[in-house]
Structure formats: C-alpha cells, structure tokens
C-alpha cells in the first residue's frame, strides 16, 4: 500500500501546480501533481513528466491512465469505483484515496486501494 505523506513512512517529493508555467519552479524530480486539467495533463504526458492528478470522476480517470498519469487522486467513495474499474482495465495509475489521518488507512486498505495520500498535501 502507498502512503504519501504520512509521518512514519518518508514519500516523493510533490510539487502542485496550477499552470504550465509552474513546473518551471517545482522541485527536481519531483512528481507534480494538479487538479484535473486537460491542458496541463496532455502537457505533462507528452514531456514526459511525472504527475499526479486529482479528479473528480471516473471519466477523468480513465483519461488520467490512458495519458500515463503515475496517481489518481480522489475523495475516498470516488476511490472504491475507480480502483474498481483500473482492476478491470489493469490501469498502470495508481489510485491514492484522500485521507485526512492515518485512523482512515484500515478502511482504505480493506477496501483494496492502492494507497492513501495525506489531505493537507494537496493544500495550496
């Protein structure tokens, strides 16, 4: 199981963006992550770069893997359906359910995310 931003176990560095002219100033080798944007995603999938990309439904998932998007974060319920069809269609993405503290991990990991990412990481 993923955990991105829990404090016992070290995780990527992130870098979040609202723009394509923010990933100019992010952190080397960091994984950007954004809000689900078409522009931003067909521009970090054609250069290459490592993101992440929280949306909102399952639509925007299926977009996410097919434009190699490395997680897909959603609100937990959204989680269930989306890891449910990247089983199916053995999505490359991993899905990442918002969490707001480690109390939450039990519950994510029985219903068989693949990981959980810390909300206040994706605070601006």
């Known amino acids: 199981m993923i955990l991105i931003g ?4 070290p995780s990527e560095n992130l870098s979040f963006i609202d723009s ?5 100033y992010t952190i080397a080798n960091s994984t950007v ?3 689900y944007d ?3 995603l067909l521009y970090s999938s054609k250069n290459d770069i490592e993101f992440a990309v929280v949306v909102e439904n399952l ?5 996410c ?3 190699n998007s490395k997680y897909i974060i959603c609100e ?3 989680a269930k359906n989306v890891q449910k069809v ?6 490359d993405s991993k899905v990442l359910a918002i969490i707001e503290d480690s109390n939450e991990i039990e519950k994510i990991a029985l219903n068989e995310i693949d990981g959980v990412i810390y909300s206040n990481l994706l605070d601006k």
Do not use: G, H, S
């Open 59 to 63: 639509t925007q998932a299926i977009y």
């Open 86 to 91: 990247a089983e199916n269609y053995i999505f």
């Open 76 to 78: 937990k319920r959204l």
């Open 65 to 67: 893997n097919a434009l």
């Open 20 to 24: 394509i002219a923010d990933i100019e």
């Open 38 to 40: 078409e522009n931003l």
């Open 6 to 9: 829990d404090n016992l176990v």
């Open 33 to 35: 992550v954004f809000n």
